[in-house]
């Protein structure tokens, strides 16, 4: 499913830990890996900072090539947005992974560059990855990242929700232990006027989420848990996060009524800045034409 990913890397440590954690990719097929630096074209010093960066990105090649990657290396001059998803697009590669930060709801900064630019930006399946700050592998210095045991799937049923689900289904074949589909009623649209009619949006979205189970549970023998709610999707969805300590968030990065100059205050960019959780932003089928 994710054979061949591209990684936007940099010069931190932070970045470095997150090229570790490309292990637990493995399990989805990932086998071939491009690992990218960019140079901003506006540095004075191009000769020895792409040096610099060249040697990192060696460094984090061996890492990747401990767990049976195919890697490439590549320092190119130009800005994230732009480079990483130009040769995603050119080459064909199918997921793009880059390290992210996690934020509190007070807090100013976005989510940090790359992160920043991509999640705008990303014409393919955009992986946030945030490293866990758990024990650290004594042997091999390399601390375990989770994508694998418990996946939460929020879905408003819209159309980029059905194609974020085909990714789900196939993320199931390969190993999933727990899945948790969950939908919020969005309070702000039901209140007042529409309360009366809350009951009958509970039935027929509560079929909506046991057929849905069915299909997961066709595919393996997965835990598939059902979550119905109301109020904020995006509260609610980060109480969910933050309670069950859910690794991995799987999610359509369009929902129903967007508008892509109104992205930065959709519900994936809430849940991919604010989460604990890495996060898996799956676009619509006419972003990645």
């Known amino acids: 499913m994710f054979s061949r990913i591209i990684v936007a890397s940099d010069l931190s440590q932070s970045a470095y830990d997150m090229v570790k954690c490309l292990k637990a990719l493995k399990k989805y097929g990932s086998e071939k890996c491009l690992l990218v630096q960019c140079l901003n074209p506006l540095e004075k010093n191009m000769v020895f ?22 890697v490439e290396t590549r320092v190119v001059t ?3 947005k732009n480079e990483i998803n130009r040769i995603a697009a050119n080459e064909d590669y199918l997921v793009i992974v880059v390290e992210a930060v996690e934020h509190s709801m007070i807090g100013e900064s976005l ?43 929020p879905t408003d049923f819209s159309d980029n929700a059905a194609i974020a689900f085909e990714y789900m289904k196939n993320m199931v074949g390969n190993g999933v232990s727990k899945v948790t589909l969950a939908h919020v009623q969005d309070q702000t649209r039901i209140s007042p006027y529409l309360l009366d009619r ?35 999707p995006t509260s ?19 929902g129903r009524g967007f508008i892509k100059d109104i992205f930065l205050g959709s519900v994936s960019h809430n849940i991919s800045r604010y989460s604990e959780a890495s996060v898996l932003l799956i676009p619509a089928k006419r972003e990645a034409e």
Do not use: T, W
């Not at 940090?112 to 705008?120: D, R």
């Not at 909506?208 to 393996?220: G, V």
């Open 49 to 70: 900072v792409r040096s610099v960066m060249e040697k990192n990105l060696e460094e984090q090649k061996k890492a990747l090539m401990k767990f049976g990657y195919a």
């Open 78 to 80: 130009g800005y994230v």
């Open 111 to 153: 989510l940090g560059n790359p992160a920043n630019e991509l999640i705008h930006y990303a014409s393919k399946p955009l992986l946030l990855l945030r490293v866990s700050e758990g024990p650290v592998d004594e042997k091999n210095s390399i601390r375990e990242c989770d994508l694998s045991s418990h996946i939460l799937f």
């Open 198 to 232: 809350l009951v009958e949006f509970n039935r027929k979205d509560a079929k909506r989420l046991q057929e849905m189970q069915a299909k997961l549970s066709e595919i393996a023998d997965v835990e598939v848990d059902i979550q119905l709610l109301y109020g904020s």
């Open 236 to 254: 609610e969805i980060l109480r969910l996060i933050s309670e069950k300590k859910i690794p991995l968030v799987v999610m359509g990065r369009q």
